[in-house]
């Protein structure tokens, strides 16, 4: 007999039935990793840092563009210009990485149970902004993950 249930149907089931089913049928290594709490390890706009075990949970069932995207963290020590996230999928404008970084930032909440919604995994670096020449568009940038998550998204994309 095979069960098949799709990663977004996976997810709509309740945090117990998840861990009671990756328990019985997938590999019990994605449970071991403790779950943090918010009020000590998260702080507004840092990045949160990820541990090898946390990094498997987040990439675990993500879409091949997703994991993409999330490998040129890997590849650049944390660090990913906003042209080299768009070229994954084509898009051409900065707006089409807010789709990507939500859904990251809300898998992430999910993951450490983060009530407060303050958690997020990727980070803006200000000082990096290419704006056009009217200084209205922004043409390019860069994006940031912590060193510890860039190391732990590696290990799990990489190797």
């Excluded at 450490?112 to 200000?126: M, P, R, S």
């Amino acid at each position: 007999m095979h069960i098949v249930i799709e990663a977004r149907d996976f997810r709509r089931l309740s945090p117990e039935t998840q861990r009671e089913l990756i328990r019985k049928f997938a590999d019990p290594k994605l449970l071991q990793s403790t779950r943090r709490t918010t009020r000590t390890e998260t702080t507004w706009k840092q990045p949160v840092d990820l541990d090898k075990n946390l990094a498997l949970r987040m990439v675990h069932g993500l879409s091949d563009n997703h994991r993409e995207r999330l490998k040129i963290f890997a590849n650049n020590k944390g660090r990913a210009r906003m042209k080299d996230l768009l070229a994954v999928t084509g898009d051409t404008h900065w707006r089409a990485l807010s789709l990507f970084e939500g859904a990251m930032t809300r898998r992430l909440r999910r993951l450490i149970g983060d009530t407060e919604k303050k958690a997020h995994l990727i980070g803006w670096d200000y000082e990096s902004t290419v704006w056009d020449k009217g200084h209205k568009e922004i043409e390019d940038g860069v994006y940031y993950v912590t060193p510890k998550t860039a190391k732990a998204l590696s290990a799990v994309l990489l190797d």
